[in-house]
């Protein structure tokens, strides 16, 4: 049997405050879906090469579940463990609005310590990993 553990449970936009509040500083959320490609392939890597080198960098990825399938928590786990993810992961808990709640998968938000939206990074628009580090030097963040 997978640890769910590690799964820190279900967030909906309502509790995405409290994290913000709680990161004290910038906080990256990551949307992501495990059936999408692009998800597993660049958006979950490109994301854990931020943790390491932004360590005053709150990063926090949400599993949204969207299509016509549904993942179980032990195949996000595994996805998770596949791409050795170390920041916490949510589940969406906008589960009855599937396909509404968050409407670009995959996407990354950055919000600042008041709760504001930042800068939003679509992985439709291709964003590299050259970019969005430029985005965050020039807000100051220090990095390793």
Same mark, same amino acid.
């Given at each position: 049997m997978m640890d769910l553990s /590690? @799964?820190?449970g279900k967030l909906s936009l309502n509790n995405l405050v409290s994290i913000i509040q709680r990161s004290g500083g910038y906080l990256l959320?990551?949307?992501f879906n495990v059936g999408d490609q692009k998800s597993r392939k660049k958006t979950l890597p490109l994301s854990k090469k931020l943790w390491g080198k932004f360590p005053n960098l709150n990063i926090v990825g949400v599993h949204v +579940? !969207?299509?016509e399938k549904?993942?179980? %928590?032990g195949q996000i786990l595994s996805v998770v463990k596949e791409? !050795?993810?170390p920041y916490e992961i949510y589940m969406d808990g906008e589960t009855e609005k599937k396909k509404k709640s968050w409407s670009i998968i %995959? +996407?990354?938000i950055l919000f600042d310590?008041?709760? +504001? +939206?930042?800068?939003s990074f679509s992985i439709e628009n291709e %964003?590299? @990993? /050259? !970019?969005? !580090?430029?985005? @965050?030097n020039d807000l100051n963040l220090p990095s390793e």
């Open positions: /590690k @799964l820190s959320v990551v949307l +579940q !969207e299509g549904d993942y179980l %928590p791409n !050795e993810i %995959p +996407q990354w310590r008041h709760g +504001q +939206q930042v800068r %964003p590299d @990993l /050259k !970019e969005i !580090e430029d985005y @965050l």
